[in-house]
């Protein structure tokens, strides 16, 4: 059977079919085209009222830089008397776009949901900052998380790693390095919402997946080019670290229980099942749901397969 829209989101993109997405020149075309795109798109469901915000600072492990946290948490959470589970958590932007001021009603959301301390972390783009500048900074934040663990009133073992897009590949390279630099206690649990994973993707250009993806192979190898460089990015010999992009890793081994989701639509969903079949393999446990009919970003248009999984996702935050 051909691939096609799930009904009930062709229907949602239906006022929005007709519009040409552009060919952006540069990465700094892009950049503004996603920052006044889901700037507009997340501020259109209600902010709850209930969560408070406090700005905290680290430094990066990469430079000594002065890195933003912003806690966001609810009244209640704030006020329980006993050490809290925290989150983590690395906005989407393809490396290059985004920030917690853009992702702030998104953050603040599932804060309110779950319950959770969520900690999202201002972290470097590129190419102003290639890599690993942004991985590094989003590293200090959980090392931040855990030396501050009794201040905050969190509890250390029970920090869960979460990133969209861009930012689920930072969350692997975080708990990458978590693993390798032997961070006690260990991270709890990775939750990745269709992550970039791999600089070497590559689409043949009469796949039938074209038609219906929202990140472009185009835009793919703008991000990666700015974060990587033009010498290194897709190079499959190049010196590419795998904190960086994941799926260079020669091993997964270490990494904590995982929940991953991605759209059967979306440009990155055969590298994301690839790097969930190895976490299979070296027997960790991995919760994977792919979504049909929807593609990369889907949830920013009100659907069944909205609900569903955002469902599965306020799950995950309840429980680990």
């Known amino acids: 059977m051909a691939l096609k829209y799930d009904p009930e989101y062709e229907a ?43 700005q905290f600072f680290t430094k990066s492990t990469l430079d000594g830089a002065k890195v ?13 008397p006993a050490p809290q589970p925290a989150v983590l958590y ?20 599932n804060a309110n949901a779950s319950g959770c301390v969520l900690f999202a972390v ?11 500048a942004g991985v590094e900074d989003c590293f200090s934040g959980l090392v931040y998380l855990i030396e501050h663990a009794k201040e905050l009133n969190i509890d250390p073992k029970r920090i869960c790693i979460m990133g969209d897009s861009g930012g689920g590949g930072m969350a692997v390279g975080v708990a990458l390095m978590a693993r390798d630099r ?6 709890a649990k990775l939750l990745l919402i269709y992550p970039m994973l791999d600089d070497r993707t590559i689409i043949p250009e009469d796949s039938p997946l074209r038609p219906f993806l929202t990140w472009q192979p185009r835009d793919n190898v703008l991000a990666w080019t700015a974060l990587l460089g033009e010498e290194k ?32 639509l979306d440009l990155l969903k055969e590298e994301i099942i690839i790097f969930a ?33 955002a469902g599965s996702r306020l799950k995950a935050l309840k429980t680990y």
């Open 233 to 264: 990015a897709g190079d499959p010999e190049a010196d590419v670290s795998y904190y960086v992009a994941p799926a260079r890793a020669p091993s997964l081994a270490g990494l904590p229980p995982t929940y991953v989701d991605v759209g059967g």
């Open 90 to 109: 690395l906005h989407g932007g393809g490396f290059v776009s985004g920030s917690v001021d853009m992702y702030r009603p998104v953050v603040m959301r």
């Open 12 to 54: 949602a993109i239906a006022p929005f079919k007709d519009q040409q997405r552009p060919v952006f020149e540069n990465v700094h075309k892009l950049r503004e085209f996603h920052q006044n795109l889901l700037g507009t798109v997340f501020r259109m469901a209600p902010v709850p009222q209930t969560v408070q915000e406090k």
């Open 277 to 309: 079949a190895r976490l299979v393999q070296e027997h960790i446990e991995v919760e994977m749901h792919l979504w049909p009919g929807v593609p990369h970003g889907f949830e920013n248009y009100g659907t069944s397969w909205t609900a569903r999984a």
């Open 122 to 132: 201002e972290y470097r783009l590129a190419p102003e900052h290639p890599a690993p």
């Open 68 to 80: 933003p946290i912003h806690r966001f948490a609810t009244n209640d959470v704030l006020a329980h």
């Open 182 to 187: 032997g961070v006690t206690p260990k991270v």
